[in-house]
Nanobody
Framework: QVQLVESGGGLVQPGGSLRLSCAAS????????MKWYRQTPGKERDLVAA????????NYADSVKGRFTISRDNAKNTVDLRMNSLKPEDTAVYYC?????????????????WGQGTQVTVSS
């Protein structure tokens, strides 16, 4: 059974820090790219940060560059998102995502798994 379980969300004041963690099980974690998305009510889910399966490359949304850091531990099957200098506009539900491209009958397909989400609220 595939599981992605996020933790670490909560209420923090502007300028503060939080670390989100995602614990994965039920699939070969080290072969999947891992991503963090966030979503606010009435809006689409947006990509925040991504890391390759080997952890050698990362990518960030412009709005979080220099403030957020994604990392992974393939030995522990975890991926973290360290968030610094938090702003009220960072308030959202944050989702952990695992993604892998596979070949099915000569066609490229993506396998994606999602966590249940964790609420981050930045407010004074």
């Amino acid at each position: 059974q595939v599981q992605l379980v996020e933790s670490g969300g909560g209420l923090v004041q502007p300028g503060g820090s939080l670390r989100l963690s995602c614990a994965a099980s039920g699939f070969t974690f080290s072969t999947y790219a891992m991503k963090w998305y966030r979503q606010t009510p009435g809006k689409e889910r947006d990509l925040v940060a991504a890391i390759t399966s080997a952890g050698d490359m990362t990518n960030y949304a412009d709005s979080v560059k220099g403030r957020f850091t994604i990392s992974r531990d393939n030995a522990k099957n975890t991926v973290d998102l360290r968030m610094n200098s938090l702003k009220p506009e960072d308030t959202a539900v944050y989702y952990c995502n695992a993604e892998k491209e596979i070949n099915l009958a000569g066609r490229s397909r993506y396998v994606r798994y999602w966590g249940q989400g964790t609420q981050v609220t930045v407010s004074s």
